[in-house]
Every structure is written in C-alpha cells, then in structure tokens.
C-alpha cells in the first residue's frame, strides 16, 4: 500500500447540512481541493455514520479524491448518525428522493461544475444504482461495487426463493442496533437526546417486513434495477469480488447496459473496496481505476477508459482449501463482450442409479461466511465432511491443460420428492490428488420456487420433474489431474432455513441430470474429460478478450485517519466455533462477525461494539432451527461526560406453519435506562 501525501491540489474540508423539501437536514462532510475553479462533485450516501463508523474508511479515499481535483462527498442517509429524520427501510422511496435532492444540491452549489458521480459499496453501491435508474440530470456516471439489481434473489434476504438464515437474520439485527445508536453531541449539539428518542420511536426490526414478503413481489421489485436496465441513465463501472455473494450483478450490467457507457471488474476479492488489501489478494490500484472513470465521464477526458475490454476478471488457479489467502494464484482476463464468445457452454451429464439424497439438517456448517470480510475465519474450509452428507459425482481433468471456467454455471437435475416441497443445494468443488475439497461455487433452489420467484408452487408428490438452476458466477481454472466435483445436498443450514418435511430429502435420477460449465476456450483452457460441448467454437481460437495488457498499478490511499485499537487483556473470541451435544444431536454455531471491536478516535470518541451470532439446529429435526443474535455498543466522550449505551438481542424460530421473531432494544445514558422495547412476533411461512 501506497500511502499518499502529496496530491496535485491542496484541500479543505468542511461539514454541512443539506436541506431536504421536508424540513429534515442530512449531515455532510465535504473534502475540496483549494482551487477558484469549479470542480465535478462525487457522492457516497450511507446509513452507517460518518463521524464514527465509516470514518476511517472514509479518509483512504475522499481526501486523495480531494486533492485530485474532485469535491468528495460523504452524507448520511435521514435517521442516522448526525443527519436528522427517522431511520426507514433498506432504500425506501425517501431515501432515493433524499439522494437525488442531495445530487441536486451538490450540483447548484458555486464550486461545482454541475457534474456529479457517485460510488459506494454494499448499501453505497445499492443506492448509487438505484438513484441512477432514477436519472437525476446531475448524475453523469457511478461506481457500484459489490450491489445488487435484485433485491429478491440477490440480496442477504432470500436465496433461490429460500429464506437465507445465516443474513436474513444477522444484518436484519445489525440494522436494528445500528438503528438505534445516538447522534452524537459533539455534531449535533445539546439536542442529541431529544433526536435519539425520537429516533428510537420510531425503529421497527426489519424482520418482520422482510419475512413478510416471501415471495418476488412489488416490494421486492422496487429498487430492483433490472425490471428496466434502460432507465439508468449514468455510465456504470460495475465492480465485484468472487468471493461476494453479489458478483454475479456485474455480469448482468455489462450484458444489459450499452457498452458505450458499461464496464465491468471482478476480482478475488471479498465484501471490500479492492484497494484495502484485505484477503483474498492480490489487491489494485482502485482509487486511480476510479478517477480514470471520473475523469472520462464528469471532466469530458479522452483517456482510453473505454478502450478497456468490456469485462476484466480474475481467473484463479486450483488452491488447497483454506478459510483465508493473503493471494491467491490467477491471473487477468478481458472479454470485448458479455456473453462472451469465447466462453462456451459444456455438459457432462451424470451416471449411475437413482440416489436418495436425505442429508443431515446440519449440512453447511462449514459453508463460510455469507459476507467475507477478509477475516481469517471467513471462507469455506475442506468440504470433505460436506461432500460426505452430499451426493458426489465426480469428473476428471485430462492430463496436459487446465479446464477454465468464467460465468454461471448451471445444474439440471431430475428430481422425484415425497413430499410438497424441499430444497436443494449445489456445490462446485476442485478436488486436488490428496482428495483436498475446495469450494469453487455454489447455488440453491427452493423447489417450489422452481416455476419462478414470483410464486410458489408445490411439488406433485410422488412424481420426477427437471429443475434448472444456475450457480454464482466464477473465474475458475481446474488444474490437470484434479476433479471437478458436483455436491448436492438436501439441506444447508445456516445459510438456508429447513421446512417441516424436508428432512425427507427427494430422490436423484442421474439419467435425467447433468452439470453445464462456462469453459473459457482459445485460452489455457479445454474440456473436462468426457464431456461435449453445447455450442461450437474453432479449434484454436483467439478469445473475445485477450487477457494480455491487463494491468493495474499498485494501491494507493490518502493518510489514515489515525484510529487507535486499545490492547486488551482478553482472550480473543473465535471468529467462528462449531459445538456439537453429541448426546442432544444438537449442533450449535457461533459466529463473532468482528465488524470493528473497541477503537479510539483523534476527537477523542470512545467507540466499542461487541456482536455475537448464534445457529442452531438438531440433526433430524428441521423444526428446531434457531438463531439469537447480541449486539453491544458503546459511544463514549469522557471529557464531554457522555456516555450512550445500546444493546439488542434478536431470536427467530419456526414451527410448522411460521417462524417467530423476538427481539429487544435497551438503551442507556450512563446508568439510566432511557428507551427499553421489545417485540414478538409470528409470521406465517407462505414460502420462502
């Protein structure tokens, strides 16, 4: 990492508040460069508090935008942090019209071009491309990283048109305690108190509207931007890491946007920017990727950015299993379309005699963190032990050249189920000599799903039908005498919640099922062995992209913010602990999401968060799935004698015909207990 001082402009900065139509004020922190001229504005628009949360991280890359030329632009959306209003749902309409308002304010303002971007990752990412299908005039280009243009299917709530436990519940009980922490004094003045308990009114835990649309509805449909890719009107860098559950976005941007104003990245990367140089490496130059973007699009520069292939990606090479890679072995590819003509579709059907696939309830234990964050417990370890409660079928790399994948797989299977309904899991495992499983790829289906995500459909007892689904998208090369294994499995707990009666599990008909590759030809690539081609493609011919002259110049980010981490005396907590009550049947997961600990700021704020998640399930009972999920959070000036207090406790269990919710809210000034509620709940399962 390159920690850069000396920028081509000196900046200020400054923090305002933004008037909204409704009276309420958004909470903004403007870094300029010192310049008389007008400069083109970015914006990055979160919920997640930028005096404290995303304080650090913002100062790695507004104040380099700054002294690069740009007005950088940090605000925090209505009801969080120091910004006024009450806090909504995930991009409610307020939200967007907000954002757009703020685009607008930018643009009038006397030190603006009237051009302006915007980027952001995860929530940042979402809304950037959400505010963009609304077109504000202002809004020439974006960067979305790590996002979704599918709120149902892509997103942490649902899988396949199952309910995802393992985030479903998790970042439902994160926004409820991020939700309820204070504003803080020292930015909003003596009325701090006044505005956190009008806050906390007004909080609602998001379970329960997110549980009660269990199905692909119009709530889902809004802010989805693919029901119409032609409303976004800004150029669009779509980024995303392998090892992000919402990669598979940047293949659907750069398939449905113009090329003229479309480019798309995917790295090894987790849940990050791809500059921070946390795992999976290796890490880029992002921010200069990004001001080249900035300076074509909001500057009018003639600087080759739409010379790019249309799509670069990393492509990895075989690696043993492991929960965390510093880097890990690959290389850069471009593609000059997406579908690419030099990715062709192969299949390789199955053999042998039906199966009756009925796996244990805790299948998935050891499936990684739905988010990787680049900690060291995030990613799957040696699927052998999930491979053994899975049906395997097993294909072998011929000696000589690897077998390279790029896109989608997807899986045909002919089922026959017992029962009305079920679920299935798909996993793509790089099985080395030594019989080392690791994880390449996944995908899931709830089978009543199967028609659409719209609606769910029982499944006729008794009867084979052929379901298709695809897996998350990959850059994979299998090496020479490995094999490419395909799992699946019955049940996938804690990523999928179970149904009553789908420990049952279905039957497999090999004769009807098969694997379908995106196998990457004219590269390093062939075939799997006894495989046959989908489609055609010239012997020797040259890829659409050629992966030559993909570079990328070191990361660079401007000086930290200076964030103290105080030593503790503790023991550290796993990051993620398996129990197993051998004489209960009973397997318990803790998982510590270690989103930042204990921290210190330069003004002196005090900031401690500790959170615990925690799954459970018995081995033949679907029935007894539970998840509790801690949150404690402290914000504290001492020379100010604050002291604000926040904990959360969230529970969801089901029965036959719903699942229960619990959850709680306490805070504290000092000792004094100021706001207390708690919630319970029943939702019937319709689907999902």
């Not at 029901?227 to 980024?239: C, F, K, N």
């Not at 791809?274 to 520069?301: C, K, N, V």
């Not at 299993?321 to 590819?333: D, F, H, M, N, Q």
């Not at 593609?335 to 990715?343: D, L, T």
Request: proline share 9%.
């Amino acid at each position: 990492m390159i920690i850069r001082t000396d920028f081509p402009y000196e900046t200020t900065r400054e923090d305002v508040r933004i008037p909204m139509a409704d009276g309420v004020e958004l909470y903004a922190r403007i870094w300029r460069p010192v310049t008389k001229e007008p400069v083109p504005a970015l914006l990055e628009y979160l919920p997640y508090r930028l005096t404290d949360w995303t304080a650090p991280r913002d100062w790695q890359r507004h104040p380099w935008y700054a002294g690069h030329g740009y007005a950088s632009v940090r605000v925090d959306v209505r009801g969080h942090g120091c910004s006024g209003g009450r806090p909504g749902d995930e991009y409610d309409a307020r939200e967007l019209a907000d954002g757009v308002a703020v685009i607008e304010w930018l643009a009038e303002q006397p030190w603006c071009t009237g051009s302006v971007g915007m980027f952001g990752i995860s929530w940042g990412g979402f809304n950037s491309l959400q505010i963009a299908a609304l077109a504000p005039e202002p809004l020439k280009a974006i960067v979305t990283v790590c996002s979704t243009d599918d709120r149902f299917d892509n997103d942490v709530h649902y899988m396949g048109g199952s309910v995802l436990a393992v985030d479903m519940h998790a970042w439902a009980a994160t926004m409820l305690a991020f939700a309820s922490r204070p504003p803080d004094p020292e930015f909003v003045g003596d009325g701090w108190r006044e505005q956190w308990l009008s806050r906390l009114e007004s909080v609602e835990p998001l379970i329960h509207t997110w549980l009660s649309h269990q199905t692909r509805d119009a709530y889902w449909r809004h802010g989805s931007v693919c029901e119409d890719y032609s409303a976004i009107g800004a150029a669009v860098l779509a980024v995303g890491g392998w090892h992000d559950p919402y990669r598979d976005t940047v293949l659907r941007l750069v398939s449905a946007l113009p090329s003229s104003r479309v480019r798309g990245l995917i790295g090894p990367w987790s849940h990050q920017y791809p500059d921070r140089g946390l795992p999976p490496g290796p890490s880029i130059g992002f921010l200069q990727e990004t001001l080249r973007w900035w300076d074509h699009w909001l500057r009018g520069e003639d600087n080759g950015v739409l010379d790019e292939p249309l799509l670069r990606s990393w492509i990895s090479g075989s690696h043993p299993p492991a929960t965390s890679y510093g880097e890990l072995p690959g290389r850069w590819v471009g593609e000059k379309a997406w579908p690419s003509p030099s990715v062709v579709p192969v299949s390789y059907g199955f053999q042998g005699a039906p199966v009756a696939v009925a796996s244990p309830q805790h299948t998935g234990l050891d499936a990684g963190r739905f988010f990787p964050f680049g900690n060291d417990a995030d990613l799957p370890p040696d699927q052998r032990e999930e491979d053994a409660k899975s049906a395997c079928f097993e294909f072998p790399v011929a000696a000589g050249e690897p077998v390279e994948i790029l896109g989608r797989p997807s899986v045909t299977l002919r089922l026959r189920l017992d029962v009305p309904y079920g679920q299935v899991v798909a996993r793509l495992c790089d099985v080395a000599a030594d019989g080392s499983s690791t994880l390449v790829t996944r995908g899931a289906l709830n089978l009543s799903a199967r028609q659409g995500r719209e609606r769910a459909v029982p499944w006729p007892v008794g009867s084979y039908e052929d379901v298709t689904f695809e897996l998350n998208g990959i850059g994979h090369a299998f090496a020479p005498g490995h094999r490419i294994r395909l799992a699946v499995s019955s049940a996938y707990w804690p990523w999928i919640w179970p149904r009553a009666g789908s420990e049952a599990g279905w039957t497999l008909d090999p004769a009807g099922s098969a694997l379908t590759l995106p196998v990457r030809t004219g590269s390093s690539a062939s075939s799997p062995a006894g495989s046959s081609p989908a489609g055609s493609s010239p012997a020797g011919s040259s890829p659409a992209g050629s992966d030559e002259g993909i570079l990328f110049e070191a990361p660079e980010q401007a000086e930290p913010l200076g964030v103290v981490f105080p030593a503790t005396l503790d023991e550290p907590r796993p990051e993620r602990l398996v129990v197993r009550d051998v004489a209960r049947g009973t397997w318990r997961l803790e998982v510590d999401p270690r989103y930042g600990g204990t921290r210190v700021y330069p003004d002196g704020l005090e900031f401690s968060e500790d959170a615990l998640e925690v799954y459970e399930i018995q081995d033949a009972d679907p029935l007894s799935a539970r998840t509790r999920s801690d949150w404690r959070i402290r914000l504290h000036r001492p020379e100010r004698g604050w002291d604000a207090r926040v904990e959360t406790r969230s529970e969801i269990s089901c029965d036959e015909g719903g699942f229960l919710t619990s959850n709680e809210v306490v805070c504290r000034e000092g000792d004094e207990v100021v706001f207390h509620r708690t919630w319970e709940r029943r939702l019937p399962r319709a689907a999902g």
